[in-house]
């Protein structure tokens, strides 16, 4: 089992930055590969980016390439995602998300575990 929580979303400007937070109980975040998607309203969840349980490989959706960087401190049980040069088409609430034993993947579907959320609101 693993639970996780967001935190660190709020309001910016447009060209702002935000880092969120994902703090993770349980045994298996040393050995789970993690990711963040995000929920627009009205449309569905989608990747944002992911890392791998040795936090050796990263991927990234193409609108946030550049801009996002996903990491992890394990001795603290925390994924990190440094937001840059927000746009006001990055609102939205924000998951975390983890999948026991895996690598990274884009899909929702392959992650087991997810957080409440944290939402993120980007005013232009």
């Known amino acids: 089992q693993v639970q996780l929580v967001e935190s660190g979303g709020g309001l910016v400007q447009a060209g702002g930055s935000l880092r969120l937070s994902c703090a993770a109980s349980?045994?298996?975040?040393?050995?789970?590969?993690m990711g963040w998607f995000r929920q627009a309203v009205g449309k569905e969840r989608e990747f944002v980016a992911a890392n791998s349980w040795s936090g050796g490989r990263t991927s990234y959706a193409d609108s946030v390439k550049g801009r996002f960087t996903i990491s992890r401190d394990s001795a603290k049980n925390t994924l990190y995602l440094q937001m840059n040069s927000l746009k006001p088409e990055d609102t939205a609430v924000y998951y975390c998300?983890?999948?026991?034993?895996?690598?990274?993947?884009?899909?929702?579907?392959?992650?087991?575990?997810w957080g409440q959320g944290t939402r993120v609101t980007v005013s232009s």
């Open positions: 349980g045994r298996t975040f040393s050995s789970s590969g």
């Open positions: 998300a983890a999948r026991p034993f895996g690598g990274t993947s884009a899909r929702v579907d392959e992650y087991p575990y």
